[in-house]
């Protein structure tokens, strides 16, 4: 077998090896791909897992302000209400005098 037949051989196996690796380079490429887009679609969900929390905490904490609010509210009403019969006692006290 000549020397430039063996060399034609030799490449033409080289080429090929080539495409084999190109392919399976390829595939290893296509594999990453879908691993990122699934890892983008995760961290994507839990962005918007972390802003419904946000907005819930935020939402809380304004309902407990709101809460401690009425529940100063109502013991204000009670002490007005005390005051006030306070008063009226007094009145009706210098009104019997």
Same mark, same amino acid.
């Given at each position: ?6 060399? =034609? +051989? &030799?490449?033409?196996?080289? =080429? ?8 399976? =380079? ?21 962005? #918007? ?10 939402? &809380?904490?304004? #309902? ?13 009403? =009670?002490?007005?209400?005390?005051? +006030? ?8 006290? &210098?009104?019997?005098?």
């Amino acid at each position: 077998m000549p020397a430039e037949d063996k060399r =034609v +051989i &030799l490449f033409t196996t080289r =080429v090929r090896q080539m495409i084999l690796h190109y392919n399976e =380079v390829r595939q290893e490429n296509k594999k990453l791909q879908d691993t990122i887009r699934q890892k983008e679609q995760i961290i994507d969900e839990l962005n #918007a897992k972390l802003r419904q929390t946000e907005y819930d905490y935020n939402s &809380l904490k304004m #309902a407990k302000m709101i809460e401690i609010t009425d529940g100063d509210m109502d013991k204000a009403k =009670v002490r007005l209400s005390r005051l +006030i019969r306070d008063v009226n006692k007094c009145i009706t006290l &210098l009104s019997e005098k």
